[in-house]
């Protein structure tokens, strides 16, 4: 018998014996970070600091054993896998495009080149990865995701043409916009007027849709005038105002509740604060607004009126580094997320309030 075929019919017998029991799993928000890391703020002294550095997200990475929770069946599962297998591949993100986090403080990720969802569940010290769409159907580009009615997680896949509606668990709960999108890519929803806004990239409009997926309304035309749009990418909506990365008009475009065009601002420009890709926006509860800029690797802060505050960034993979950076959210206790595209992670910053 070969020594692989030995090693197999072992870890065979042994997962009888131990059975299959789960090590309990804790997750870390900074899993390889050096500990100077830990008091890395923005703007530098002797300015005041606003933002601390939070944390990465990279997945399988960010989780360990609890500890004194791995018995030695376990211990010997493990060196038995390394027998027959050697080193098993990590589950990473690979190219992560936008998030959310849910009430329970879940990460969800799209990663396009995973063509996934990846959860990061603190609270249950669980990853996971959602790769179907639907029944039979598998994830293919995956690119805007927001919350939707009951707990359900919508999700834009670009190459599919359609949002998905997923259950709390990941399972496919159906579709829609079939036939309606070309090539949907950020999403936002208005939980107060139950309506979800779709950046329909290459058909350079937000289509609106209510939570059954009937189309209500498409909003904007491709142009460069007011309320026009040119590639949409990333959408945010907060204070009655949906907020428009308009990539290749290189601005942030403001729509109100009713669709209508309510100004906006940026510029293209070479400038720290002007725009030449902007692509994820977000929104703090503070009414700061956040942009990708994604050509020179930087977050970019603005003011609920939209004027410049500072940048965090520049290209790299250090802390607070970034390398073709995609989208940008926040949560409840003030995080904001930028999903790290080239890096292959989430960066987390904390913001540490003070005037603006």
Not at 266 to 279: A, L, Q, S
Not at 290 to 318: H, W
Request: hydrophobic letters at 45%.
């Amino acid at each position: 018998m070969s020594a692989h075929r030995l090693g197999a019919a072992a870890l065979a017998c042994m997962l009888a014996l131990t059975g299959c029991a789960e090590t309990r799993q804790v997750m870390r928000l900074d899993p390889v970070a050096p500990g100077a890391a830990a008091v890395r703020v923005w703007p530098d002294a002797p300015d005041t600091a606003r933002f601390r550095y939070a944390g990465q997200l990279f997945g399988e990475d960010n989780f360990a054993p609890e500890p004194g929770s791995v018995g030695g069946g376990t211990k010997l599962l493990h060196w038995l896998v390394g027998l027959v297998g050697g080193e098993q591949d990590r589950i990473t993100l690979k190219r992560p495009q936008s998030g959310v986090v849910d009430p329970q403080g879940r990460v969800f990720v799209t990663d396009i080149s995973n063509h996934a969802v990846f959860v990061f569940d603190q609270g249950a010290g669980k990853l996971q990865v959602w790769t179907q769409a639907a029944p039979r159907r598998n994830f293919v580009t995956p690119v805007g995701v927001a919350l939707g009615a009951g707990g359900e997680l919508l999700v834009a896949d670009a190459a599919l043409g359609e949002v998905f509606r997923l259950d709390r668990t990941g399972k496919p709960l159906g579709s829609f916009g079939a036939g309606i999108l070309v090539r949907p890519a950020g999403l936002a929803r208005d939980a107060a007027r139950a309506r979800l806004y779709v950046a329909d990239t290459h058909a350079h409009d937000i289509k609106v849709f209510d939570d059954a997926g009937k189309l209500l309304e498409v909003i904007g035309k491709r142009g460069e005038g007011e309320g026009e749009l040119n590639f949409p990418t990333h959408l945010a909506f907060g204070g009655d105002t949906l907020y428009v990365a308009d990539s290749i008009n290189a601005r942030i475009v403001k729509f109100d509740a009713q669709g209508k065009p309510a100004g906006g601002f940026g510029k293209r420009g070479m400038r720290v604060g002007d725009f030449t890709r902007p692509k994820g926006v977000a929104l703090d509860a503070q009414g700061n607004i956040y942009v990708v800029e994604s050509m020179y690797d930087r977050l970019l802060v603005y003011n609920k009126a939209g004027q410049f505050l500072m940048p965090i960034g520049g290209t790299g993979k250090e802390i607070g580094q970034f390398f073709l950076p995609a989208g940008v959210w926040s949560d409840a206790g003030g995080r904001i997320y930028v999903a790290d595209m080239f890096n292959g992670r989430v960066m987390i910053f904390q913001f540490l309030g003070g005037a603006q």
